[in-house]
């Protein structure tokens, strides 16, 4: 029913960018918010960023405010993360979601397979 598919994930030095790419189906992608979630090994999945619907409100983490961006193309059923000045800290496998309401910032129970990020020091 709902698919989530991440790619763009791999191998990076620190310093470097990679763009992460979300295509999503199984629920009218315009009506809901978006957000990118990362897990790093004996971590909870935590989330990074977030879009509203319209792409007019942001969230960032402070931890990549300055570094990541979120954009979306509704007309597409995709999400984006720009990664610039990666940094190992920032190694996890990186996940989409829809945010079930913007507050709380709440996803779904339905994850994809999420994508790798690794950045070498």
């Known amino acids: 029913q709902v698919q989530l598919v991440e790619s763009g994930g791999g191998l990076v030095q620190a310093g470097g960018s990679l763009r992460l790419s979300c295509a999503a189906s199984g629920r009218t992608f315009s009506n809901y918010h978006m957000g990118w979630f990362r897990q790093a090994p004996g971590k909870e999945r935590d989330l990074v960023t977030a879009?509203?619907?319209?792409?007019?409100?942001?969230y960032y983490a402070d931890s990549v405010k300055g570094r990541f961006t979120i954009s979306r193309d509704n007309a597409k059923n995709v999400a984006y993360l720009q990664m610039n000045s990666l940094k190992p800290e920032d190694t996890a496998v990186y996940y989409c979601?829809?945010?079930?309401?913007?507050?709380?910032?709440?996803?779904?129970?339905?994850w994809g397979q999420g994508t790798q990020v690794t950045v070498s020091s």
């Open positions: 879009i509203s619907w319209s792409g007019m409100t942001t």
């Open positions: 979601n829809y945010i079930k309401d913007w507050t709380s910032k709440k996803s779904f129970d339905y």
